[in-house]
Structure formats: C-alpha cells, structure tokens
C-alpha cells in the first residue's frame, strides 16, 4: 500500500519562501511520474509541477519561474521548493503520481499572509 507523506508547510509573509517535501512508503519513484498538487478553498485540486524519471519537469503556468520541483529515487522523497510564494499560492498541497494513482495523503497547509 502505497501513502504519502508531505511535509513543509507554514504561515509564511508575501515574497516568502517555502521547501516542502513528499516521502512516499513503497518504492514507486523509480516507475512513475511523481506531482506536487494544491488545493484552495472552495477550488479543485490542481497540479501544480510535475517531474519524470529522468527529470525533466512541467510547470503550471501560475507557478512556473517560482517554483522548482526536485526528486531523490535513493530516498523516495521528492521536494518543492516556492519563491516569491503570493496569496493565491495559500492552498493544501499534496503529492501524489502523476496521474494520480493512489490515495491521497493529508497534505501540508501553506498559508501566505502579512
């Protein structure tokens, strides 16, 4: 049984900066492609950034250039580091694969406030 576990989240002020990351029980890294996704309030949950096996990444337009997405296969954990993080970006975020294939786990609060 495959769970994630995400990690990182904090009030933080406007033009703050946050690193989250993602461990997941079992070892899936190696065969898919692994997301960082956030949901708002009263929103759908979305994929922000996603990473394949080999690296290369894909970002959603409202966070690319600010956000980074990174993977380490030996640790099963995969991170996000957000700059420059703004109001819109305050959601849940959750990891998972991309598409999604497992359950969801209980995600990491980001809150940017002044």
């Known amino acids: 049984q495959v769970q994630f576990v995400e990690s990182g989240g904090d009030l933080v002020q406007p033009g703050g900066s946050l690193r989250l990351s993602c461990v997941a029980t079992g070892n899936i890294f190696s065969f898919y492609v692994m997301g960082w996704y956030r949901q708002a309030p009263g929103s759908q949950r979305e994929l922000v950034a996603r990473i394949t096996r080999a690296g290369a990444t894909t970002y959603a337009d409202s966070v690319n250039g600010r956000f980074t997405i990174s993977r380490d296969n030996a640790r099963l954990t995969h991170y996000l580091q957000m700059n420059s993080l703004t109001q819109d970006d305050t959601a849940v975020y959750y990891c998972?694969?991309?598409?999604?294939?497992?359950?969801w786990g209980q995600g990491t609060q980001v809150t940017v406030s002044s």
């Open positions: 998972n694969t991309d598409p999604a294939r497992y359950n």
